[in-house]
Nanobody, 125 residues
Framework: QVQLVESGGGLVQAGGSLSLSCAASGRSFSSYAMGWFRQAPGKEREFVASIRRSGGNTRYADFVKGRFTISRDNAKNTVYLQMNSLKPADTAVYYC??????????????????WGQGTQVTVSS
């Protein structure tokens, strides 16, 4: 089992940047592919980005390609999401998630076993 804690959310103006972190504790972090998802008020939770167990093989939702970067440091048990050129439409609660069954990241919510509590990102216009 793994516990996930996100941090780094906050309020930023459109065009600005934020860096989210997700710290993992418990079972070996490198055993999990990791993903970031987000949920805006009144909307379904949606995929943002994922990364395989060893790093690399990253995947992104079309609406963040070229603006967001997912990375991980297995020595620090942490996955990151660097968000640049933020837009008001990026306002949401951002969640990290761990997938134990697959070596590569997935965009499917139901393939993730563990979730953090989320961190709020608010982008003002």
């Amino acid at each position: 089992q793994v516990q996930l804690v996100e941090s780094g959310g906050g309020l930023v103006q459109a065009g600005g940047s934020l860096s989210l972190s997700c710290a993992a504790s418990g079972r070996s972090f490198s055993s999990y592919a990791m993903g970031w998802f987000r949920q805006a008020p009144g909307k379904e939770r949606e995929f943002v980005a994922s990364i395989r167990r060893s790093g690399g093989n990253t995947r992104y939702a079309d609406f963040v390609k070229g603006r967001f970067t997912i990375s991980r440091d297995n020595a620090k048990n942490t996955v990151y999401l660097q968000m640049n050129s933020l837009k008001p439409a990026d306002t949401a609660v951002y969640y990290c998630a761990a997938n134990s069954a697959m070596s590569y990241g997935s965009s499917r919510i139901d393939e993730y076993d563990y979730w953090g509590q989320g961190t709020q990102v608010t982008v003002s216009s």
